[in-house]
């Protein structure tokens, strides 16, 4: 069965906060390449910019 848990993260980036959101929503299926050892797999149901979109990320979590 499926488990569904919250992940909360605070960090301090040194980029514009348009950059930050485009790069978790319209480009979020290439972060598998950038962060391999971490994230596994991003799958977006929908479009990926509408109201009712779902991304599914698959990722390891450290030590």
């Known amino acids: 069965m499926a488990q569904i848990h919250k992940l909360e993260v605070q960090h301090e980036a040194k980029s ?13 299926p290439q972060l598998p390449k950038y962060f391999p050892q971490t994230l596994q797999n991003v799958q977006v149901i929908g479009n990926g910019i509408s109201l009712g979109t779902v991304f599914v990320w698959n990722y390891v979590l450290g030590k």
């Open 16 to 28: 514009s906060a348009d950059k930050l959101y485009g790069m978790f929503t319209r480009n979020a």
